[in-house]
Nanobody, 120 residues
Framework: VQLQASGGGLVQAGGSLRLTCAGS????????IGWFRQVSGKEREFVAR???????YYRDSVRGRFTISRDNAKNTVYLQMNSLKVEDTAVYYC???????????????WGQGTEVTVSS
């Protein structure tokens, strides 16, 4: 599975962005897709994930503001980010895992990252 993340950019606090994770491969729909983020100098952290049956899970700080969804016909997963905060600023990565997990080590395939900057 190959993944490509896109959709990042600069937005003011309170604004919205939608990230897209485009995947390739016939088995894309069988993978759990997760979004992670990383601030320079800090560890990469889990943001959200969606299973092949559309079961979702979020980290506490984004729950209610971010929505993850997938379109298996298009091999695509989205992360809709609303009410963005300065602390959401990071490079966002999408990744694929054969199991439903929030740990980085469970994800075998990674996209290249897309940068999100939220200004005050």
């Amino acid at each position: 599975v190959q993944l490509q993340a896109s959709g990042g950019g600069l937005v003011q606090a309170g604004g919205s962005l939608r990230l897209t994770c485009a995947g390739s491969g016939r088995t894309f729909s069988r993978y759990v897709i997760g979004w992670f983020r990383q601030v320079s100098g800090k560890e990469r952290e889990f943001v959200a994930r969606i299973t092949w049956t559309d079961i979702t899970y979020y980290r506490d700080s984004v729950r209610g503001r971010f929505t993850i969804s997938r379109d298996n016909a298009k091999n695509t997963v989205y992360l809709q980010m609303n009410s963005l905060k300065v602390e959401d600023t990071a490079v966002y990565y999408c990744a694929a895992s054969p199991v439903s997990a929030t740990t980085i080590t469970a994800y075998d395939y990674w996209g290249q990252g897309t940068e999100v900057t939220v200004s005050s």
